[in-house]
């Protein structure tokens, strides 16, 4: 019952530096996606992917990158880290066929902040 | 134009009592999907509940139903007899049919105190 998994849970870091949030799901999905969460807002999407080798920005891409080699992972990269980075970062999954009732699963979360 | 509206930044409530949860949206899509989540204070993000734009019954789960106003543009979580557990922040979210994404646009929540 492993479902989304997110690591680390918990990172601080320095301006400038780079690193990689990882994300893997053993449910098959094909649609994955990441999104921040600033206090006092909801969810904003930075990337998503509806199957290996295909990524697409959503609405706050800027810093970021990804990619999908399998359907299991699809890792977050900050390139060059900044204070506005701070946040909570989740990866989600849902399948790719037009079954529109179907929620996406979260992860955990990932707190990161940028000193 | 915010596609999802939470007007609502806090709510309290009596343990057992029922709250209504606002949501509004906007889309012009003809096909699309409500969601509601649950945040507690631990951080993750659950499913609650899911409404779709041509389904003609409220949705229901538990405790849980999802009030569907298509004409206003509503779809406000109903939660019965309340308990202390669903302290949390709680989040409107939709999916827009056509756009293939699959992603979710979410309003900025509502936090929700339950008073013993």
């Known amino acids: 019952n492993a479902g989304v998994t997110q690591t680390p849970k918990f990172q601080v870091l320095k301006t400038g530096q780079s690193m990689t949030l990882q994300c893997a799901q053993d449910?098959?999905?094909?649609?994955m996606s990441w999104y921040r969460q600033d206090p006092g807002m909801g969810l904003r999407l930075i990337h998503y992917s509806v199957g290996a080798g295909i990524t697409d920005q959503g609405e706050v891409p800027n810093g970021y990158n990804v990619s999908r080699s399998t359907t299991e992972d699809f890792p977050l990269r900050l390139l060059s880290a900044a204070p506005s980075q701070t946040s909570v970062y989740f990866c989600a999954s849902s399948p790719a066929r037009d079954y529109s009732n179907q929620p996406q699963h979260f992860g955990d979360g990932t707190r990161l902040s940028i000193l | 134009a915010q596609k999802i509206t939470q007007t609502q930044p806090g709510m309290f409530v009596q343990e057992k009592e029922a709250v209504t949860l606002d949501c509004t949206y906007d889309?012009?899509?003809?096909?699309?999907?409500l969601f509601w989540y649950k945040q507690p204070s631990s951080g993750e993000m659950i499913f609650l509940i899911y409404q779709g734009s041509y389904d003609q019954q409220n949705a229901t789960e538990g405790r849980y139903s999802l009030n569907f106003q298509k004409a206003r543009k509503s779809a406000n979580l109903v939660i019965s007899a309340s308990q202390l557990g669903d302290s949390a922040m709680y989040f409107c979210?939709?999916?827009?049919?056509?756009?293939?994404?699959?992603?979710?646009?979410f309003g900025s929540g509502t936090r929700l105190q339950v008073q013993p």
């Open positions: 449910m098959n999905h094909e649609y």
């Open positions: 979210a939709m999916r827009e049919g056509g756009t293939g994404r699959r992603a979710l646009t």
């Open positions: 889309t012009s899509d003809p096909s699309y999907g």
